[in-house]
């Protein structure tokens, strides 16, 4: 079998954004409720530096942000604010997607700091597009929604409200502080929630037939 070295199982994503949590929490005190402080996690806790940025992109691959871990710095792109502004969640999942990167792929915090600075930009830094093809950029996409919708307190804030509504998922999402399109997408990963082609939800696949065979 070829080992490929940049494979990383699901659950291992998992527990280390919920380690990470955890760290932040054994320094910071019990997150009770959503949502997750990305900034104090980067800025108190991490000790990274943010910050916004021109980045040059072009429309059809769009860069978010990046982390540069020799200066420990994660920096927004500045050309995106009114993107952030108006679809609220993308901020906080894109610095969350940037610990990701720093949690997962920078294998020594110390080392990756000393990184000669003369360096190339391009091959110290994440430049994170959003088509993310890429493996680490998978990755890092689902450090971020375990990170901001840890299974704990998912599961405490659904425990009484129907989720298969509408009104109900975007207070949820709102509580989260992440956008509809990354809640429902974690709730399918659950298998929580299944939604059809015209946007009916129900708890599973096997409910949505249920209930097309009553018309
Ligand atoms: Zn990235």
């Not at 871990?69 to 108006?86: A, G, Q, T, V």
């Not at 700091?113 to 890092?140: F, G, M, S």
């Not at 405490?156 to 997408?185: H, R, S």
Request: aromatic share 10%; with cysteine.
């Amino acid at each position: 079998m070829i080992k490929d070295e940049r494979y990383i199982l699901d659950s291992e994503i998992e527990s280390k954004a919920y380690a990470m949590l955890a760290g932040f929490e054994s320094q910071y005190g019990k997150i009770v409720k959503p949502p997750i402080p990305i900034d104090r996690i980067i800025e108190s806790y991490l000790d990274i530096w943010m910050d916004w940025d021109d980045i040059q992109d072009t429309n059809e691959e769009k860069i978010l942000g990046y982390l540069n871990p020799s200066s420990k710095k994660i920096l927004m792109n500045e050309r995106h604010r009114d993107h952030f502004e108006e679809y609220i969640g993308t901020e906080a999942f894109t610095k969350a997607h940037e610990v990701g990167h720093w949690d997962l792929h920078i294998a020594k915090k110390s080392e990756a700091v000393q990184l000669p600075l003369l360096l190339p930009k391009e091959k110290i830094t994440y430049l994170c597009r959003q088509q993310k093809l890429d493996k680490r950029e998978i990755q890092a996409e689902k450090y971020a929604a375990y990170l901001l919708m840890p299974h704990h307190l998912l599961m405490e804030a659904i425990n009484d409200v129907d989720i298969t509504k509408w009104p109900d998922l975007y207070a949820l999402k709102n509580e989260f502080g992440v956008t509809i399109t990354a809640f429902t997408k974690r709730l399918k990963s659950l298998k929580l929630i299944y939604i059809t082609e015209d946007k009916k939800i129900f708890h599973s696949q096997a409910e949505s037939f249920g209930n097309q065979n009553l018309f």
